[in-house]
């Protein structure tokens, strides 16, 4: 899944959001095609996590961001559905307690982080705290510089330690985020995703989408990438996804380990 990789951001590199397609399907001509192959990834996900977790060396951290109703539950209900339960955990990072606030605003961050063995999965990250506050005017230049530099030496120490980082924007268009949240105020079913600030927000959409150039440009690296996933076909988000970490998982070249006994002197009664 090689071509994949066309999403991925270079380090340092100036990017608009503008010259990405929310809407491109690739090399899939159908909803029906993608679906397909998504159940050939969960099977080689629920392989490839067994294994991590049995070589006990590596972990896996999966980063989602993206405008509101980009389908980050979406994301990981579909694409790690399958997945053994005890090998992954899913942290939501939202407005900050007051006890978060009298820390460093990673210190939160930090404690979730996934073991070695395990898959973490973050719905929304450290990254809002170079996002929201931007936006609204709570950070200077120097104190954004700061913060970028800051990340990325977390990111380089997780890493160093054995955390593969994968990063994914879920690009969408401002007409499907618009038709996404007017869906949620029509289905009873979904009045409990109905939050009167995320249509207060769609207000500061140009702005976001300069925010987080700015985090594409400063902030991936090649020990911690980002990925713009075109998310306005919810099922071309979820193959592609799925793709990266496959690919990721298996170029890491994991092993079983050896057996630490005389398997020949065992003997089971």
């Known amino acids: 899944m090689s071509n994949f990789k066309r999403y991925r951001v270079?380090?340092?590199?100036?990017?608009?959001?503008?010259?990405?397609?929310?809407?491109?399907t690739g090399t899939f001509k159908s909803k029906t095609q993608a679906e397909a192959v998504l159940e050939k990834h969960r099977e080689q996900l629920f392989d490839l996590q067994e294994l991590m977790y049995a070589e006990d060396k590596h972990s896996l951290l999966v980063v989602l961001q993206g405008m509101d109703a980009a389908g980050?539950?979406?994301?990981?209900?579909?694409?790690?559905?399958?997945?053994?339960?005890?090998?992954?955990?899913?942290?939501?990072?939202?407005?900050?307690?007051?006890?978060?606030l009298h820390h460093d605003y990673l210190?939160?961050?930090?404690?979730?982080?996934?073991?070695?063995?395990?898959?973490?999965i973050f719905n929304r990250?450290?990254?809002?705290?170079?996002?929201?506050?931007?936006?609204?005017?709570?950070?200077?230049?120097?104190?954004?510089?700061?913060?970028?530099?800051q990340i990325n030496h977390f990111e380089k120490m997780l890493y160093e330690n054995g955390t593969t980082i994968l990063?994914?924007?879920?690009?969408?268009?401002?007409?499907?985020?618009?038709?996404?949240?007017?869906?949620r105020l029509k289905d009873p079913k979904k009045?409990?995703?109905v939050n009167p600030t995320d249509l207060?927000?769609?207000e500061h959409w140009d702005e976001y989408c300069e925010a987080y150039q700015d985090v594409f440009r400063n902030c991936?690296?090649?020990?911690?990438?980002?990925?713009?996933?075109?998310?306005?076909k919810k099922w071309y988000r979820n193959v592609t996804i799925s793709a990266i970490l496959v690919e990721t998982l298996k170029s890491l070249k994991m092993k079983y380990p050896k057996s630490e006994f005389d398997l020949e002197k065992m003997k089971v009664e």
Request: proline share 6%; hydrophobic share 30%; net charge neutral.
């Open 72 to 100: 980050k539950d979406g994301t990981i209900q579909h694409i790690f559905t399958g997945v053994n339960p005890q090998g992954c955990q899913i942290a939501s990072f939202k407005q900050p307690t007051d006890e978060e």
């Open 191 to 193: 009045y409990w995703k």
């Open 200 to 202: 207060k927000e769609r």
């Open 220 to 232: 991936s690296t090649k020990h911690a990438p980002w990925y713009i996933i075109p998310a306005d």
């Open 125 to 149: 990250s450290h990254y809002e705290d170079v996002l929201v506050v931007r936006v609204h005017g709570q950070l200077s230049k120097d104190e954004l510089a700061d913060r970028y530099r």
């Open 10 to 24: 270079d380090p340092d590199t100036k990017i608009r959001l503008s010259g990405y397609d929310p809407d491109e």
């Open 107 to 120: 210190w939160r961050v930090h404690k979730m982080v996934p073991a070695r063995r395990m898959i973490g």
């Open 167 to 183: 990063k994914f924007f879920l690009h969408i268009s401002k007409d499907e985020q618009k038709a996404r949240l007017e869906e």
